[in-house]
């Protein structure tokens, strides 16, 4: 089936550093979704993008949809504790079906 | 307040035995799925669902069923089949593509941790 791969796996990172992950397909998705799960709770949605090329912010987090649409990286900036837990990419390929592929995660520890 | 409900959020139980996970939604969505999610692996999807009395088999469908006898319900039972069931179950839900206020989001559930004995 699809997959999607997501990097770095983990990241260790200073309270204030920048942090930049991302996420490759060898599918092209219509649409792209950034989650982000604390532990022992369900993933929330942070970002969504719809078009190739768009880039989108919400607070601290930046996400792009990439040219080639196979691609999307996140950035947070400014890192703070609270930050820390598993970042899910998503993907969706235009079907007639509702059903979203998710990345392996990449979790985030943040050293105050 | 509207969202997604699962129970029990903790389950333990012995070689041989079925268990049903419970997920109940009253976002009036029309979709509702379920993930497992074993360390490292990310979401894997076991069976979705887009309308009452219909559903498809996921990526991993083996060792489980599911039923869609009401909008607002998605039980998940993982049979004896099932070989290695200990994993966090996550049920999730979303409005449909055709729909408007489509937004690609899923909305998801607090989970139900399963460990075999």
């Known amino acids: 089936g699809q997959q999607l791969n997501q990097s770095p796996q983990s990241m260790f990172i200073q309270e204030g550093e920048d942090v930049s992950m991302n996420c490759t397909s060898s599918?092209?998705?219509?649409?792209w979704l950034w989650y982000k799960q604390d532990p022992g709770e369900g993933p929330v949605l942070l970002i969504a993008?719809?078009?190739?090329?768009e880039l989108t912010s919400n607070g601290r987090l930046t996400a792009q949809f990439g040219i080639t649409r196979k691609d999307s990286f996140l950035n947070i900036s400014a890192s703070i504790p609270s930050d820390v837990g598993i970042y899910f990419c998503?993907?969706?390929?235009?079907?007639?079906?509702?059903?979203?592929?998710f990345g392996p995660g990449t979790s985030l520890s943040v050293i105050p | 307040d509207g969202g997604i409900t699962q129970s029990p959020k903790y389950l333990f139980r012995k070689e041989g035995q079925n268990v049903t996970l419970s997920c109940e939604q009253n976002l009036n969505h029309d979709a509702m799925y379920w993930y497992r999610q074993d360390p490292g692996q990310g979401l894997r999807l076991i069976y979705y669902s887009q309308i009452v009395n219909d559903f498809q088999k996921g990526d991993i469908a083996e060792g489980y069923s599911v039923s869609r006898e009401k909008k607002e319900s998605f039980p998940l039972t993982v049979t004896s089949a099932q070989k290695n069931p200990t994993a966090f179950y996550l049920c999730?839900?979303?409005?449909?593509?055709?729909?408007?206020?489509?937004?690609?989001?899923?909305?998801f559930g607090e989970g139900s941790r399963l460990t075999v004995l």
């Open positions: 998503a993907g969706k390929m235009k079907t007639s079906y509702d059903k979203v592929i």
């Open positions: 999730a839900s979303s409005i449909l593509t055709y729909r408007v206020s489509y937004t690609g989001e899923l909305f």
């Open positions: 599918s092209i998705f219509n649409t």
């Open positions: 993008l719809y078009k190739a090329g």
